[in-house]
């Protein structure tokens, strides 16, 4: 019944109460203001405005008509995004490794949600033994995680080298424990720095347990012992620690999408595409994705 183009007019004057700096703001001229709140006048059968040569002013009515303006451009909006955006629809439960999660994927899973508005995402952060096991038994259709290189289980992204890493200047004796950082159990990087200190005969101790990475960073910085980190994902102000420590190698690790044993869903594949296109290249450095407003991520490994 009401043209958006005048209501945009109409509301671009009753924001300003000025024809003239309405059209500025729009691009077109004054004249051409007036036409439009005239025709929305006669559509609407009342007056909106009380103009003199001073003063803009809007009627009781014209203030009626602002909030109701609002309310059928928002919808105007929403109708033209649904029917013209993709037409893949449905809930799709994505889940992310903490660290991961400080990565790129937060400004891709942004930019799926505008090109698929229709997808109803849901995110779950969580270490990645339990993301898998969410995967198997259907309660995620796919996730990305850390997972010993050669198991072959899901798609590989990107395969990176794991690190011990602390506050710049830390030293080991050598006759003291190490002292470890680390994530609650079950927890991948836990599990294998346990072991290669084990294998190569070194004491340890574990000085913090923590529950995410931020928690991780922030021990390491206090200088209570060492974490494990993926080297692309290294914290500014930590640094990762030389051969001449004398600590065990910790090898590699497989970041990996993992996705239901079924085949996937149309709106699952093109969110893996989505993530393998923008965080494959090896020599990415991930410490400081372009993040897009509002989208923190806290959690788990």
């Keep these: 019944m009401y043209e958006p183009e005048l209501l945009r007019t109409f509301l671009a004057v009753a924001q300003s109460l000025s024809f003239t700096r309405a059209g500025a703001s729009l691009g077109i001229a004054q004249s051409t203001v007036s036409q439009q709140v005239r025709k929305l006048e006669q559509a609407v059968g009342r007056p909106l405005f009380v103009r003199d040569t001073r003063s803009v002013t809007l009627t009781a009515d014209g203030d009626a008509m602002a909030g109701f303006a609002r309310s059928?451009?928002?919808?105007?909006?929403?109708?033209?995004?649904?029917?013209?955006?993709?037409?893949?629809?449905?809930?799709?439960?994505?889940?992310v490794t903490d660290d991961l999660a400080l990565t790129p994927v937060p400004r891709i899973l942004w930019d799926f949600r505008?090109?698929?508005?229709?997808?109803?995402?849901?995110?779950?952060?969580?270490?990645?033994?339990?993301?898998?096991?969410r995967v198997e038994s259907g309660h995620l259709d796919v996730a990305f995680v850390k997972q010993a290189p050669g198991q072959q289980r899901g798609r590989l992204v990107r395969r990176d080298r794991l690190v011990w890493a602390g506050v710049a200047g830390a030293q080991l004796g050598?006759?003291?424990?190490?002292?470890?950082?680390?994530?609650?159990?079950?927890?991948?990087t836990r599990s294998l720095g346990v072991r290669v200190l084990e294998?190569?005969?070194?004491?340890?101790?574990?000085?913090?347990?923590?529950?995410?990475?931020?928690?991780?960073?922030?021990?390491?910085?206090?200088?209570?012992?060492?974490?494990?980190?993926?080297?692309?994902?290294i914290p500014d102000d930590l640094v990762e620690l030389p051969a001449e420590a004398g600590l065990p190698d910790l090898g590699d690790i497989d970041l990996v999408l993992l996705t239901k044993q079924r085949i996937a869903?149309?709106?699952?594949?093109?969110?893996?595409?989505?993530?393998?296109?923008?965080?494959?290249?090896?020599?990415?450095?991930?410490?400081?994705?372009?993040?897009?407003?509002?989208?923190?991520?806290?959690?788990?490994?």
């Design 72 to 95: 059928i451009l928002a919808a105007h909006e929403e109708a033209a995004g649904y029917f013209t955006g993709s037409g893949l629809s449905g809930r799709l439960r994505f889940g």
């Design 199 to 233: 294998q190569a005969g070194l004491p340890y101790r574990v000085r913090c347990t923590v529950r995410s990475v931020l928690g991780a960073a922030a021990a390491a910085r206090a200088g209570l012992g060492l974490a494990i980190f993926t080297r692309s994902l």
């Design 114 to 133: 505008q090109q698929y508005p229709r997808v109803d995402l849901e995110l779950t952060v969580s270490q990645s033994e339990l993301l898998q096991r």
């Design 265 to 301: 869903s149309d709106a699952v594949e093109a969110l893996v595409a989505a993530i393998i296109a923008r965080t494959s290249d090896q020599g990415a450095n991930w410490s400081h994705p372009d993040l897009p407003p509002r989208s923190p991520l806290h959690g788990r490994e």
């Design 174 to 188: 050598r006759d003291w424990p190490v002292p470890l950082i680390v994530y609650q159990a079950p927890s991948i």
